[in-house]
């Protein structure tokens, strides 16, 4: 069966620079939901979107900003990068929105700030 | 918000004990879902249970929605059931567009 698919798995950047991560749904879902896991902790909602608008938002910083396209899939942008945003990103999707059903999540992308 | 939490934090098992793990929830929640994040740091869905029981080998969960709280049972444990446990609660009123965590429960397994 299809699942969550995020691009890239690891990434590397330096402080100040510009991230851009992707996340594809499974097919007919409609909701995506963003996380950042630090090191120890546990995952801690960003953003989400149903049907490619803005549904709910969590501790995102200012810095970051997100999006869902008409196909479905989610971008997630992260300017002025800080060692702090180094993290484990992972993105969730489920299908009818509201809650209802079951969210599988993608493997996650390792963002390192150096 | 609401406030998920998760006991106990950790847990040292010798090969083949039982176990359960707790998540209590302070609000009315639509979905319950436990996870299991491996070394890898991947996360992978154990169960999706807002009520009731459900079995899935040596693993089975039982949510008391009314009672906001969740258990979830280790049975015969392995070492490859170590790593961290997570529960994830959708509030109710919150459109169900925002899955909380908790703070997991962290097992390993003595060989």
């Known amino acids: 069966a299809a699942g969550v698919i995020q691009s890239p798995r690891h990434l590397i950047k330096e402080k100040r620079e510009t991230a851009t991560l992707k996340c594809y749904p499974i097919?007919?879902?409609?909701?995506v939901y963003w996380y950042q896991q630090g090191p120890g902790q546990d995952p801690q909602f960003l953003i989400s979107?149903?049907?490619?608008?803005?549904?709910d938002k969590g501790s995102i910083p200012d810095r970051f900003s997100a999006q869902q396209f008409s196909d479905y899939h989610s971008e997630l942008n992260m300017s002025s990068l800080e060692l702090g945003d180094s993290a484990l990103y992972f993105c969730?999707?489920?299908?009818?929105?509201?809650?209802?059903?079951?969210?599988?999540f993608g493997q996650g992308t390792r963002l390192t700030v150096v | 918000g609401i406030q998920v939490e998760q006991s106990p934090p950790d847990l040292i098992l010798q090969e083949g004990a039982n176990s359960t793990l707790r998540c209590n929830f302070s609000?009315?929640?639509?979905?319950l879902q436990w996870f299991h994040q491996n070394p890898w740091g991947q996360l992978i869905n154990l169960f999706y249970?807002?009520?009731g029981t459900k079995q899935n080998g040596r693993l089975s969960a039982t949510t008391v929605a009314t009672e906001r709280y969740s258990l979830l049972y280790i049975s015969s444990s392995q070492t490859t059931d170590s790593g961290v446990y997570f529960c994830?609660?959708?509030?109710?009123?919150?459109?169900?567009?925002?899955?909380?965590f908790g703070a997991g429960t962290r097992l390993f397994v003595k060989a």
């Open positions: 969730a999707s489920r299908s009818e929105g509201g809650g209802n059903t079951e969210a599988f």
């Open positions: 097919p007919r879902h409609d909701t």
């Open positions: 979107f149903y049907e490619k608008m803005q549904s």
């Open positions: 609000d009315s929640v639509n979905n």
């Open positions: 249970i807002p009520s």
């Open positions: 994830a609660a959708t509030p109710l009123n919150t459109g169900g567009f925002k899955t909380i």
